[in-house]
């Protein structure tokens, strides 16, 4: 199966992470440490299935919020529903 990854940028171009679909279909973002400027080696910080706001660009100071998408709204709604 082919995983389909989307770099998610700051306004400046910078990718401050990568947004991934996990075995569910769910999508998630890989949250880099350092935001950077090209493709190379990065070091992933966390991952994130929910929202996150305040991501600041570590490069250019650009604060993004990263909203999940529906698929893990409705997840973690079902998730709740469940407790
Ligand atoms: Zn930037």
């Known amino acids: 199966m ?5 770099v998610w940028k700051c306004t400046n171009g910078h990718a401050l992470g990568q947004v ?8 998630q973002l890989l949250l880099y440490r350092q935001a950077a400027s090209e493709e190379g080696e990065v070091d992933v910080l966390a ?10 660009c570590s ?3 650009e604060v993004r919020t990263w909203v999940p998408g ?12 469940r407790r």
């Not at 082919?2 to 989307?6: A, H, M, N, R």
């Open 47 to 56: 991952v994130v299935e929910g929202y996150v706001t305040d991501v600041r």
């Open 59 to 61: 490069l250019c100071g």
């Open 70 to 81: 529906q698929e893990a709204m409705e997840r973690l709604l079902e998730m709740a529903r």
């Open 2 to 6: 082919e995983q389909t990854i989307k």
């Open 20 to 27: 991934v679909r996990n075995g569910s279909g769910v999508r």
